[in-house]
């Protein structure tokens, strides 16, 4: 996922904001807004640096999916300040998505994202 100039894939903004945790600390580490089978975009109050690798959990939305988490590898490319300047955005690139982790985040797209 490129903030700028190269994005190979359309952004869907998602209706909904799922929380995203630290794997290891349990810290929230933002909502998602933005998602592509590439990354994500999560806002959160406090920045993320660039080059930071990270392992998240995401609670599923019940009745949608066979499982209620979703735990996946992301990299923190980018963060900037969000429009509401109390926020950060931040870019992660997605790694080892396996075909099961690529449905999911296709179903997510889907049920949650506007259509544009």
């Not at 999911?104 to 949650?112: A, D, K, Q, T």
């Amino acid at each position: 996922m490129e903030k700028s100039g190269g994005r190979r894939l359309t952004r869907r903004n998602l209706i909904y904001h799922l929380e995203v945790f630290d794997e290891e600390s349990g810290e929230l580490v933002g909502r998602l807004v933005d998602i592509t089978t590439e990354g994500v975009k999560l806002v959160a109050s406090s920045p993320v640096g660039p080059d930071r690798h990270f392992r998240l959990r995401m609670k599923l939305p019940e009745d949608h999916f066979p499982r209620s988490h979703w735990c996946f590898e992301a990299v923190s490319l980018w963060t900037t300040r969000d429009i509401n300047p109390e926020f950060h955005t931040t870019g992660f690139r997605l790694v080892k998505l396996d075909e099961a982790d690529q449905e999911l985040v296709s179903g997510l797209i889907e049920l949650f994202s506007f259509n544009d």
